[in-house]
């Protein structure tokens, strides 16, 4: 159980253009999902919460505009990199937290999605 | 805030031994959850273990156990008899209040 899945795996596109990235908890349902970002041989940076029926939270420094994120059932999140650039090429990462009861809390562990590699030309 | 600090970037070991890594963070929190994932080279992220903070015992799951010393934030992982596949990028990370923390990683390399 706890299965995160991410679709495209891997995804090149031309400057400008934007880019829809899935997140699908498989066999539980989240109300709150995560994405992170992670640059070569580093750490995950959280960019924003999603959370189902409201809008997201973003981290500091994390242009909402520029990273719409939808999350539009239980087991249904969405990142659309809008008018990419270079610069936004990187590692994307969601994912889900599940608790030992089945439910969604904070303190639910997280199980990741197998990431989105994302290249800009 | 809370941080979290591996301070090991690098690591290897035999086949078969057993290698510890490091994790420390801070925090002003009571009630915490501290995990150390594993990110093989396909960088899926995979839980190795997980340790809630009230509980004094330490977490253990097959060759994996840590070492919570909760009073010196210390959160170390112990992976006894090594193997191969046990090659990847270690992440240590907190979750206090909703989302998680995470160190910077120490990359172990198990050798043959």
């Known amino acids: 159980g706890a299965v995160v899945s991410q679709h495209p795996s891997w995804v090149i596109c031309k400057s400008g253009t934007s880019v829809k990235i899935e997140c699908r908890s498989l066999d539980f349902q989240a109300t709150t999902m995560f994405w992170y970002r992670q640059f070569p041989k580093q750490s995950l940076m959280l960019m924003a919460t999603?959370?189902?029926?409201?809008?997201?939270?973003?981290e500091q420094g994390v242009e909402k505009d520029k990273f719409l994120i939808n999350h539009a059932s239980l087991t249904l999140s969405t990142l659309t990199v809008t008018s990419a650039h270079p610069e936004d090429s990187s590692f994307y990462i969601c994912?889900?937290?599940?608790?030992?009861?089945?439910?969604?809390?904070?303190?639910?562990?997280?199980?990741f999605g197998p990431g989105t590699r994302l290249t800009v030309l | 805030a809370q941080t979290v600090t591996q301070s090991q970037p690098e690591m290897s070991v035999q086949e078969a031994e057993t290698v510890t890594l490091s994790c420390t963070y801070d925090?002003?929190?009571?009630?915490?959850?501290l995990f150390w994932y594993k990110q093989p080279p396909s960088r899926q992220m995979i839980l190795v273990i997980r340790q809630e903070a009230y509980k004094q015992q330490n977490a253990t799951e097959n060759r994996f156990s840590v070492n919570f010393q909760k009073a010196a934030k210390s959160f170390s992982l112990k992976i006894s008899d090594s193997q191969l596949g046990d090659t990847a990028m270690y992440f240590c990370?907190?979750?206090?209040?909703?989302?998680?923390?995470f160190g910077t990683g120490t990359r172990l390399k198990v050798l043959a």
């Open positions: 925090t002003s929190e009571n009630n915490y959850y």
């Open positions: 990370a907190f979750s206090g209040t909703y989302k998680y923390i």
């Open positions: 994912s889900a937290p599940l608790g030992l009861a089945g439910g969604d809390d904070s303190t639910d562990t997280q199980y």
């Open positions: 999603s959370n189902e029926g409201s809008k997201a939270t973003y």
